[in-house]
């Protein structure tokens, strides 16, 4: 079992950065890829950024390439997602998920823990 706690949300003006947390208790974090994904109202969960258990792979969606960056901390058991330049467009409840293997995936159906969730505000 796999626990995610994510940290770091909250409201920002257009143009404005913040840096999501999450940290990882449980089974082993360093053998597990990591991913972001995020919520907006009445739409659907989607894809933002995955990275692999060894940090050497990672792919963004589109619309966040140049703007946000997934790093992690093995010896920390945590996850990063630096996000700049923040557009409204940007607004959602970000999700921090970890698979069973160690390969980065879009999929969110190939991760099997997720986190509680946290809301990301850009006002205009």
């Known amino acids: 079992q796999v626990q995610l706690v994510e940290s770091g949300g909250g409201l920002v003006q257009a143009g404005g950065s913040l840096r999501l947390s999450c940290a990882a208790s449980?089974?082993?974090?360093?053998?597990?890829?990591m991913g972001w994904f995020r919520q907006a109202p009445g739409k659907e969960r989607e894809f933002v950024a995955t990275?692999?258990?060894?940090?050497?792979?990672?792919r963004y969606t589109d619309s966040v390439k140049g703007r946000f960056t997934i790093s992690r901390d093995n010896a920390k058991d945590t996850v990063y997602l630096q996000m700049n330049s923040l557009k409204p467009e940007d607004t959602a409840v970000y999700y921090c998920?970890?698979?069973?293997?160690?390969?980065?995936?879009?999929?969110?159906?190939?991760?099997?823990?997720w986190g509680q969730g946290i809301q990301v505000t850009v006002s205009s």
């Open positions: 998920a970890a698979r069973e293997y160690s390969t980065a995936s879009v999929y969110s159906h190939e991760y099997k823990y």
């Open positions: 449980g089974r082993a974090f360093s053998t597990s890829a």
């Open positions: 990275i692999s258990r060894s940090g050497l792979a990672i």
